[in-house]
Each structure stands twice: as structure tokens, then as C-alpha cells.
């Protein structure tokens, strides 16, 4: 599972030969470590304006600039983080020597493709000094049909502009966007809680994506580092991978976890239930009851449910000129028709109704399409279009229900390619490498977290910006 | 020992608490040399428990007590149970012990550890039990191991090797375990093979005790019975020696195995006789208010136990029909006839051990003459014996049988509670080697 092309291209001999071969070379990404700062270096809040536009109106700018820059909350260390600030190092002009660790583009405001020259040419000069591992991120707002022309084609441009800067874009660094649907407060609880997700290393592995804010809802976490403490929370297909590393993640970012396998993966759950000092329920998720037996597990044994990862899933690739009915059942019966049974089975049970969070895992595949995965792709596409019309019946009480799509991740699944085909398909994003279960696990803790409650209905992909399913 | 029938008394003159079964946990039976020929009884009970701590979330958590034991048993493992727990995610806090009763060794941790919960000397308690017969202690003659210690007692040169010239070539050979009875000489089987023909149990019979028990826990895996009292373990799933496609002619191909040198037709073949067999069994056993304070079911609890010996060096009793009189015994001082039992799990070591069981307490002159009763004891209704199939199918780690046992009976109860609104009650019988039988009774509510 180990990528030893990247630690080649980054030590010794082969890093110098690599250079002048004018290799690819994939810088290793920094990862989330227990207290360590949100963004370590300076940032710096471009607005309207660009570098020099204090003149220009730029309010979301101001009050973004102003928040990033604050005291953290006056009753201690962490207090009461609706007031509180993220005590940052916040410039809004740089000098052309400094670095700087992170830049927030706040482009709300846009309302003719003409306004984006003035904070572009703000960025431009400041990406040659963006640290190893520096954040780009985009605000801007959901370009409608009910926009002025100009109005939506300044919106959909930041879109394009996004996305190509995030293939621009080396040492590691990425650029995200947030886009605030009409009406959503720059500060809102999603808006916040995106970007604090997207300038940590919890976001290491997300690159050239935009996540659309659709509302107000969500609330702050009493505590940024245990954003989900006294919540209960069921992943599917734990024993191993990315289920696992979805597990550990939420355990450590508090929750009380339930991890679910099939039974004969019982050993290997057993192993992490116990790594995360959660409980191990043994359970084939198509099976008629299993909604009901999550369910009653949980609250029985944890006294509620507030968070459920649907991990689980499997392929069975073939043409599908080849394919036969077996396969086709199989994965669709796995990847998407529990779900949605057991989605069922938690609506109508009326014991899911306090800000509740299904995150669904789908995939590239299912978004660009995968020669040779026509049922996997079929099921991962259904998984999209399941969580787009299951949001909105969990609004009502505060809940959401989002996708997170992983590009290519190291894992046993992917261990298991022919060597050349994993070594062309790791190079094949912008951060020229493979993602690690945890980056894909960070996503869902994100998702399931509570100032997330303004996502909903959303396509979070986990790939390093891949060129498939763009 | 006459005189089964008292009047209806109380076990205890004051009874404190009920023992709680919360559930169990086991790894797969394998057969020996299987998948688990490399794990030693450490490492089974081991996972076993692990397996447990998983399912009920006790990771980190201080239990009472910790009583499980093995029957072949290394010497260096003289503190099993313990090590197992330190080894375990449980807290290392947790005392432990160890215990060996022949097979009952499993059903006998779970009756001590109860009695101390009812007592109030426990909130908490693991019962369990393991084996390795893949894994089994290979000691050295007594010639050799006399000279060994000789000469390592030895302070001299000229004393070290007169201790060493003390062995005889004879002295090298090791000696393996075997499952014969020190006093007799006779194999487990060869015993059974003359109980067997005591009674006159036929060949057909045992094939059929065999044959639904292979079905019945077929059926119970299929069902997803055992999905939240199995822990896979080394790859394997399910208990390596069930069969779900056997058949009685395939069992009536088998050639018999004991009992073929009495003058009787041999009827005991490998299809209706246990394996010899690799595995773990654990118990989670609590008072109620300690399962309630934890969020935890309570399956069933455990109401009474009974042991019971025979004497089958001189007397007339076969080496494993203690049980026979034990039951008896128990169900009498609750005042309880068959007709009261939901289920029964008798311990199949031999189809045949099942078969002449229910004949004694069937046979009028069994009920008078050893019994002291009026008549035959009674007939058990067959569609309330392992209901889910036992031993012949399962295997049989001798340790570890009593833990599947009480954590299979334990959720037969509740799930029959569950579907009836009504308590139910269940009675576990297990015999062991030396003429020993322990039997108890599970009920809920």
C-alpha cells in the first residue's frame, strides 16, 4: 500500500534525478495531528478590492477578516464560538517577500465577470510564495438561472477559475471553494465550518472542489477538536480500510461509535471496536431488519443515533456484456438498496430526529463512469441521486444527508490493481498521488459534524482534484 | 444418593440476586490441526474475550472476576485465565482465575462466578473455557523428567552427569495427552462404546442424534443465529466440523470406531462422536443492576446448579451418565418435571451419551433402584433437545463447550420470552471425564 514513488521523488538521490527528469513530483501531504494550530502561518482575506481596494465595499471580506483575525472566546480558551474568533495571523495586503500559509478569496460580492481582475490580481503574485501544503479558498455565491446575466456569469467564473487554479497549484497545496446559495450568511455556521475544514490538514486530500452551502442551519461545536462528542454514530463496513479509518475519525472526534460488518469480518471489527472503545454489531446490512437492528443496538446499548456512515460496499467488475444478473444484484443490493432500507426503516422510526447525519459513500465511478463497473457506477450514482432526495425529509429536524465521493485511496481494494494501472491511476489528480482512508474519513467527519447542519444533498469528493468525473 | 424426590425448597436460605446471562462470545470450533493449529489456548481465550469486550463495549472496563480454564493445559500456563485478560482490551485490573473440571470446566465457571453475583460478592463475572488439542502439551517421561531435575539440582560435575547416565533410552520417548481414564485405562470412547451397549443403543439412533444436530446448527447459522455470539478467528467463520450436507447415509458409511472388540455390534462411529476439537467460549455474567447501569441485556439468569459423580470403576454406572442423576436432583428441589423445560441442551460427547441418558430416565427400574423414585424418571420431548444443534456438530473444545452452551441457551430463552410474552426455562446438562456431570437451570424473568 505504500506509494514508494512519492518517498522517492522526495529524499535523496532519485529526489535530485526526478527534478531533472522533470518527473512528476507528488509532495507528501501533511495530515491532521491532535492540537495542532488550524493554519499555521499567515492569511490573507482578499476582497472586491484585490490588494489595495480598501476603498471598494467588501463586507463579507471584512467581517471574514475580521472573525479570522479575532481573540479566541473571552471565557477561556474555547468559549462560546458564535462570538468568538479563530486568533489567526490576518493580513489583508502581503509584501512581496512573506509567505503565506493560506489564502480566503472573497468573492460574494462579484456582480460582473469584470470585478474578479481586481482579487485575482491580488492572488496571482502570492501563489509563487504560498507555503508547502497552503490553502486557496474561494467564497462566492451559487450562480442561478434567477441571477442578472452578468450576476451569474461573475458566479459560474469563479467556478472555472477555481478549478483551474487547483490544477495549477504544487507543493501540496489545494484550492476549494465554498458557494453560499442565495441568502446564506457569509458567517453561517456551514460557511465556517467549511472553511475551517478546508484550510486544516483534515482537508489534505480534497483539491479543485467547490461545496455549495444551501442554508443558515448547523450550529458550532462547543469544541473544535470534539465536534461530536455525546453523539452516537453506526459505520457500515468497519472491519477494515476506509470504514475503519471512518470509525477511528469520528471516535476521535468524539462520538460514540457502533461499527457494523458482516459477520464473517467479525475478527477484524472486533479489532477496531475495540481500538475505538466502541461496540461491534455483527450484521448483513441487505438483510430485511437491518434498519431496525442499527437501530435498536444503538439505542439500547448507547441511549441514541444521531450519525449513520454508509460505507459498506463491494464490486464485482466485469464488462456487461459479461456480466450476468448475479454480479449486477449483488452490488446493487449492497450499495444502494440497503441504504436505502435502512434510511427508511430510521425515518419512520421517529428515534432519528435530533440533527441527524447520513453520510453515503460514493464514488468517481459513479460520477465520470468506470469501463468494466457498470454495476458499481449504477450503485454509486443511485447512492448520489438517494442522498440529493433524502435531505430535504431530514430538514425538518435539523438533519442533513450528503455523499462523499473517494478518488483513488490506498487500501487493500487498491493494493490488490496491477502495478502499473495503480501507479498511473495515483498520478492521475492534481496532487499526483493516492489518498489514505483518513482523508476520506475526515470528509465524513466534516459532513457529520454540526456546523455542517447547512450541507445538504452534497457531492463531497475526496480525489486530489482527479481528472476523472471533474 | 436415592431419594431425588424432596419437597421444593429454596437453594439458598436467603436468596440475595439473580445472575444474570448478558451474553457470550466464541470463536469457531476448529478441528485439530486446523486453522487454529498455531494458536495456543492463550491466544483462543484471548479472542474469545476480545470478541466480547467488542460486542458489549467493556474496553477498559474492571470485571469482577474473570474464571475460565483449560483441560489440556501447558505447565507454563499455570495463570491462563489472567494472562488472557492482561493480553484482552479489558481493564488489567480485572482479577482472574483459573479452574478445570474435565469438560464441565465451561459450565462450572459459569455456576461459581453466578453464585458470587447472587452472594453480592460480584456485579460482574466472564466465564470461559478453551482447548487446543492442536496445540497440546507434550510432557516428558517421568524417568526423564526425575533425571532432568536431578540434575539440575546438582552442584557438581561428577553429580550433573550421574544424573544425566541415570537415563534410559525408554526415558526419551514423550508422552502425549490421551483422553484415557488414569484408572481404568480405557479411552473416553471405549467407555461410552460399554455404556452404549448397556443400554442397547442402536447405531440408527446415534446417526440420527448426529445427523439433526448437523442440521439444526446449519440452520441456526443460516439464520443469523449465531451472529451476535460467534467471532470469526483466523479465517474461519463458522465451526469447521458442521456439515451442512451430511446425511444419514453418509453417517451409516462410517466404519465404528469403539467399542469394536465387545461382543456386542460396534455402533460408535467418527459421525456420532465428537471431534477432537480447538476453540474459546466466554460469558458476560452480571448482577441486573450492574447490567442496567451498563445498558446491557439480560438474556436470561442462572437459577440453580446441580453436580453429581458415578462410580464407574466398580460401580455399575457408565463413565459419563452422572448427569442421569444430577438432573433429577435439580429439577426435584424446584419442583420441576420435563413438561416445564422450553429447552434442553445435552452435551453430545457421544450421540450415544444423549441416547442412553434419556434411556435411564426412561427406564422404570433406573427411576426405583437409583433414582428412589416411584417409576421411571420421564421421557424428554425431543423437539425441545438442542434445539440448535450441539456438539457432534459444533465440536467440542473440551473447556470451551459449557461457555457456547450457556450463551446458546441463554439467547434461545430470551428470543422465545420475546416472541411468547411468557418466562421461559431451560436446563444444561454436561458430562465430563472421571464419572463427573454438572447440570444447571436458565430462566428468564
Known amino acids: 500500500m505504500t506509494d514508494t514513488y512519492l518517498h522517492l521523488v522526495n529524499s535523496g538521490f532519485t529526489k535530485k534525478l526526478a527534478k531533472q527528469l522533470g518527473l512528476p513530483r507528488p509532495t507528501p501531504l501533511r495530515r491532521h495531528r491532535a492540537g495542532e494550530p488550524l493554519v499555521a502561518g499567515p492569511v490573507l482575506v482578499i476582497g472586491l478590492g484585490g490588494q489595495d481596494g480598501a476603498s471598494t465595499p467588501q463586507p463579507d471580506a471584512d467581517a471574514l477578516a475580521q472573525l479570522l483575525a479575532g481573540p479566541v472566546g473571552t471565557d477561556g480558551v474555547r468559549g462560546t464560538l458564535d462570538t468568538a474568533g479563530w486568533d489567526l495571523d490576518v493580513h489583508r495586503h502581503v509584501a512581496t517577500t512573506e509567505t503565506v500559509q493560506a489564502v480566503v478569496l472573497v468573492l460574494s460580492d462579484v456582480e460582473h465577470p469584470d470585478d474578479l481582475a481586481a482579487p485575482v490580481a491580488a492572488l ?49 497545496a489545494t484550492a476549494n471553494g465554498i458557494v453560499l446559495a442565495e441568502g446564506v450568511d457569509v458567517l453561517a455556521p456551514s460557511a465556517l465550518g467549511t472553511l475551517r475544514f478546508i484550510l486544516s490538514t483534515r482537508s489534505a486530500f480534497v483539491d479543485g472542489q467547490l461545496l455549495e452551502i444551501g442554508s443558515d442551519a448547523g450550529t458550532f461545536p462547543a469544541d473544535w477538536d470534539a465536534p461530536l462528542s455525546g453523539r452516537v454514530a453506526v459505520v457500515t463496513g468497519a472491519a477494515r480500510g476506509i470504514g475503519a479509518a471512518i470509525a477511528r475519525t469520528l471516535a476521535r472526534d468524539g462520538a460514540t461509535v457502533v461499527v457494523v460488518d458482516v459477520p464473517a469480518a467479525g475478527e477484524a471489527l472486533a479489532a477496531v471496536a475495540n481500538e475505538v472503545r466502541g461496540t461491534a454489531l455483527q450484521l448483513d446490512i441487505t438483510a430485511d431488519d437491518a434498519g431496525q437492528r442499527l437501530l435498536e443496538h444503538a439505542l439500547t446499548r448507547h441511549g441514541r443515533l444521531d450519525v449513520v456512515v454508509h460505507n459498506a460496499g463491494i464490486t464485482r467488475d466485469k464488462l456487461l456484456a459479461n456480466m450476468g444478473r448475479d454480479r449486477w444484484d449483488a452490488v446493487l443490493a449492497v450499495n444502494i438498496a440497503a441504504q436505502l432500507r435502512i434510511n427508511e426503516a430510521l425515518l419512520t422510526s421517529g428515534d432519528f430526529t435530533d440533527h441527524p447525519r447520513i453520510v453515503s459513500l460514493a464514488s468517481t465511478s459513479g460520477i465520470a463512469g468506470n469501463r468494466g463497473q457498470t454495476n458499481y457506477a449504477a450503485s454509486k450514482g443511485g447512492v448520489i441521486g438517494m442522498v440529493r432526495a433524502t435531505a430535504p425529509l431530514l430538514a425538518a429536524f435539523g438533519g442533513t444527508a450528503n455523499a462523499v465521493a473517494p478518488g483513488f485511496i490506498e487500501t487493500e481494494m487498491t493494493a490488490r490493481m496491477p502495478a502499473v494501472t495503480r ?48 | 444418593m436415592p431419594a431425588a424426590r424432596r419437597e421444593p425448597t429454596t437453594p439458598t436460605g436467603t436468596p440475595t440476586r439473580r445472575a444474570a446471562v448478558i451474553g457470550g462470545n466464541r470463536i469457531p470450533f476448529a478441528k485439530v490441526g486446523g486453522p487454529y493449529r498455531d494458536s495456543s489456548n492463550l491466544d483462543m481465550l484471548t479472542a474469545a474475550l476480545d470478541g466480547l469486550v467488542a460486542r458489549f463495549g467493556l ?57 458470587k453475583i447472587r452472594l453480592g460478592q460480584l456485579d460482574s463475572a466472564i466465564a470461559g473455557g478453551v482447548d487446543s488439542a492442536s496445540d497440546a502439551p507434550v510432557a516428558v517421561s517421568d524417568g526423564l523428567r526425575r533425571a532432568l531435575l536431578t540434575f539440575s539440582r546438582a552442584r ?174 435439580l429439577l426435584a428441589r424446584h419442583g420441576l418435571t420435563f413438561d416445564d423445560l422450553d429447552f434442553l441442551e445435552i452435551h453430545e460427547a457421544f450421540a450415544s451419551t444423549v441416547l442412553t441418558t434419556l434411556a435411564a430416565w426412561e427406564d422404570e427400574a433406573f427411576g426405583r433402584e437409583r433414582l428412589g423414585l416411584d417409576g421411571a424418571f420421564g421421557t424428554v420431548d425431543r423437539t425441545r433437545l438442542n434445539v440448535n444443534g450441539s456438539s457432534l456438530a459444533a465440536g467440542h473444545p473440551f473447556a470451551a463447550t459449557g461457555g457456547r ?25 454436561v458430562c465430563a471425564a472421571g464419572g463427573l456431570g454438572v447440570t444447571a437451570i436458565l430462566e428468564t424473568a
Open chain 1, 124 to 172: 496571482a503574485p502570492v501563489l509563487r510564495r504560498l507555503t508547502p501544503g497552503g490553502r486557496v479558498v474561494t467564497i462566492s455565491r451559487a450562480a442561478t438561472a434567477d441571477d442578472a446575466p452578468a450576476v451569474a456569469a461573475a458566479r459560474q467564473g469563479v467556478d472555472g477559475l477555481l478549478r483551474s487554479l487547483a490544477k495549477e497549484l504544487r507543493g501540496g
Open chain 1, 423 to 470: 501507479q498511473l491511476a495515483r498520478r492521475l489528480n492534481s496532487l499526483q498521488q493516492g489518498g489514505l482512508p483518513e482523508d476520506v474519513a475526515e470528509a465524513v467527519a466534516f459532513l457529520a459534524s454540526p456546523s455542517a447542519g447547512g450541507v445538504v444533498g452534497q457531492v463531497l469528493r475526496v480525489c486530489g482534484q482527479n481528472l476523472v468525473g471533474a
Open chain 2, 59 to 115: 474496553q477498559g472496563e474492571r470485571i469482577g472476576e474473570v474464571a475460565a480454564g483449560a483441560v489440556l493445559k501447558h505447565s507454563r500456563d499455570f495463570n491462563l485465565t489472567r494472562e488472557a485478560v492482561l493480553a484482552s482490551a479489558l481493564s488489567p485490573e480485572t482479577p482472574a482465575y483459573d479452574l478445570q473440571q474435565a469438560c464441565a470446566t465451561g459450565l462450572e465457571a459459569v455456576v461459581g462466578l453466578s453464585n
Open chain 2, 156 to 329: 557438581s560435575a561428577r553429580d550433573k552427569l550421574a544424573a544425566l547416565a541415570g537415563i534410559r533410552p525408554a526415558d526419551l520417548a514423550p508422552s502425549a495427552p490421551t483422553t484415557a481414564e488414569p484408572r481404568t485405562g480405557l479411552s473416553m470412547g471405549e467407555h461410552q462404546a460399554l455404556t452404549t451397549a448397556q443400554w442397547g443403543i442402536t447405531r440408527e439412533a446415534q446417526d440420527e442424534i448426529a445427523l439433526l444436530s448437523h442440521q439444526r446448527l446449519a440452520t441456526a447459522y443460516d439464520a443469523g443465529f449465531f451472529d451476535d455470539l460467534v467471532t470469526p478467528y483466523r479465517g474461519l467463520v463458522r465451526d469447521q466440523n458442521l456439515r451442512a450436507d451430511t446425511s444419514a447415509s453418509k453417517l451409516a458409511a462410517l466404519r465404528p470406531v469403539f467399542g469394536t472388540h465387545l461382543p456386542t455390534p460396534a455402533t460408535m462411529t467418527a459421525g456420532n462422536s465428537t471431534p477432537l476439537s480447538d476453540g474459546a467460549s466466554t460469558v458476560l455474567l452480571g448482577s441486573e443492576e450492574w447490567a442496567h447501569a451498563h445498558a446491557l441485556p439480560v438474556l436470561a439468569y442462572v437459577v440453580d446448579a446441580e453436580v453429581a459423580a458415578v462410580d464407574f470403576v466398580l460401580g455399575r454406572d457408565g463413565l459419563l451418565m452422572a448427569p442421569a442423576f444430577a438432573v433429577p436432583r
Open chain 2, 405 to 429: 452452551l450457556v450463551a446458546t441457551t441463554a439467547k434461545l430463552l430470551a428470543t422465545r420470552t420475546a416472541d411468547t410474552g411468557r418466562p421461559a426455562r431451560a436446563l444444561i446438562s
